[in-house]
């Protein structure tokens, strides 16, 4: 094994053409004031027509060249990781941890059920020791129809997850696999095309109940009679007024819980947190914060992957590839989460609303990462656990992953269910310092980013691998009112990190990297840069009306200079 020699599990690369992007860089810094001096130099004097339109655009010119001084911060040090899972593998399989997989869901409607059963299959499905791994569905509509599907999907696991392994089958979100009319991968010949089609209709039939009962808005009697867990329901009143809803569908402790080849399967647990009119809910952070208490007494897994409920897993080995950045000998000690890109399935090829977030993905991120760590942006991520519940970074914060850590539970299943349910109660959170020192912070409409935020700020790294196999892949708002709607929600909750406790303008200073102040602040300056965007857009056209001349003629000597900097 030589474990003398230490041999690392993951790799951090400077970005390719670096020098190249930076000389650009340069001379567009040239080109930025050579504009601002052009501006300053033929302002019209006082009294002159125009003086007036030409401060505001000055102004506005200083705002872009401001701005794009912070964009810099997010591209001059890009860096991109690799790992060895392999090596993981041959070091750790043994002593691999336990893992919690977190899938939010918050509407039937919005969020069909089979899509959402879609992606906590994918994720039971994951090449990971089955006894290890937990996947919690949190239904923050507490319906039943939900609940419904994930039982169905409890039984149908019991296929999906052998034929999966059997054939090295990828992805593993069903929805996304069975598409096709034959199997995609075809190489094992006639018994792979005989199970392709035995489970593809298992499955269309299981959707097609799922279907209908959703359409038909209420569970045939005959499910209902069937599982003990319906009865959860009886006391139901709506969605904002219920009891906590808990079933544990599946215990991977269970000798009798194996799936039809009798291996394990593993822990399905569904959730629906206590609501009541008078309490606020604190939304996707509040469900998180009851999963990370739940889960604790459940499974216990030290590392958790949060997923939103339209985001499956495409790639098997994903969670591998996060455990070589928690478990790395040397250089894993100061990680305390590891964010995946957010992709998308749905993309078309014009784009036109640019919902495929490329830029963020492909350059900005991975320049955040070459300053210190990306951004938390709430699905894809996998966290320590202990960072995720406020643990500041020291010295002694490494763990050994190797120490036996057994997570045993006493009691029985029924017992556990009873007793977990006051952890996801309204009132469990009262006077204590969850939603602000512990678990996902409140308050704000984008809770990821300031929590992420707040973890830097207490000594942690993050990573950012983008592995050419895509290893989430989720539903991009596809039409113009979604994709105001999405973009408004982050600009202003993004703005209003900006003004918090937490600001990364001046609380995260000396506290992260200068670099990732910088780039997050350039997000956070999202919804003030409309104002410059705005002037620049209306102005100039009606200067244009008026006879006002903004910009140099083409043929003038300045505007030759500036045109050689911008080439
Ligand atoms: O009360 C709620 C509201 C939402 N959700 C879930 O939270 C996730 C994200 O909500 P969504 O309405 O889809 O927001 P988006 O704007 O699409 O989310 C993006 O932006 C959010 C704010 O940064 C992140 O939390 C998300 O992960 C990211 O995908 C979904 O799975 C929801 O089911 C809940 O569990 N409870
Ligand atoms: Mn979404």
Redesign the pocket.
Known sequence: MGSDKYIPLFETKRARALVLYRSFAVTLSVGICLILFYRVSYMPKDGEEGRWFWIGLLGADLWFGFYWVLTQALRWNQVHRLTFKDRLSQRYEKFLPRVDVF?????PT??PPTMVISTVLSAMAYDYPPEKLAIYL???AGSDLTFYALLEASIFAKQWIPYCKKFNVQPRSPAAYLVSKSPPHDGGGQSQTRDFLAIKKLYREMEDRIETTTTLGRIPEEARLKHEGFSQWDSYSSKRDHDTILKILIDSKDPCSTDIDGSALPTLVYLAREKRPQHF????A???NALIRVSSKISNGQIIL??????YSNDPLTVRDALCFFLDEEKSHDIAFVQFP?CFANVTKNDPYGSSLRVITDVEFHGTDGCGGPLY????CFHRRDTLCGREFNQDSKIDWKKHDDHRRQQSVHELEAEVKTLASCTFEQNTQWGNEMGLKYGC?????ITGLSIQCKGWKSAYPNPERKAFL?LA?STLPQVL??HK??SE?DFQILLSKYSPAWYAHGRISLGLQLGYCCYCLWAPNCLATLYYSIIPSLCLLKGISLFPQVYTSISVQLQLVLV
């Open positions: 899938v939010c869901t918050a509407d919005i969020e949190s239904d923050d809910h604190n939304f996707k509040g469900a998180m949060n997923l939103d409920c339209d985001m957010q942006i709430g699905t894809g409409p984008v809770e990821d980013v989720g708002p709607v999405q929600r982050w909750g």
